[in-house]
């Protein structure tokens, strides 16, 4: 339940930093949305690693490096790619706003399985 502070943040953020100027173009590769999906959950999965590995005292910079990169090739992309398809998205906010609901939806889920995981490996 640590993201969740995290990713409302982030949504209010994307919801309320809308820009006056006109829309930009679409990426030369837009992702669908849900694919934005997939690949902001794993981001945000991968963000709350590393925050732990920090609050651990250990030095995260190598490790973000290389988990990032290892996470743009799953999705076979850049991060280029990543940052364009995020603003294009920001810069439509019920549209982010959906994506980012979805988002903690997944991320709850996944925190419920894992809840049930634990208990299994107490009793073995």
């Known amino acids: 339940m640590r993201l969740l502070p995290f990713i409302l943040a982030l949504l209010l953020f994307s919801t ?10 679409k990426p030369v590769v837009l992702l669908t949305e849900t694919q934005m999906v997939e690949l902001i959950t794993d981001v945000q999965l991968l963000e709350a690693a590393l925050n732990h590995r920090r609050n651990l005292g250990q030095n995260i910079n190598e490790l973000k490096l290389l988990w990032f990169n290892q996470l743009f090739e799953k999705h076979h992309l850049t991060d280029v790619i990543f940052e364009e398809n995020i603003s294009y998205y920001n810069e439509q906010p019920a549209v982010m706003e959906q994506i980012l609901e979805e988002v903690l939806a ?19």
């Open 16 to 25: 309320a930093c809308q820009k006056a100027e006109k829309t930009k173009a």
């Open 106 to 124: 997944n991320i709850i889920q996944e925190q419920a399985q894992l809840k049930k995981v634990e208990p299994e490996k107490e009793s073995e």
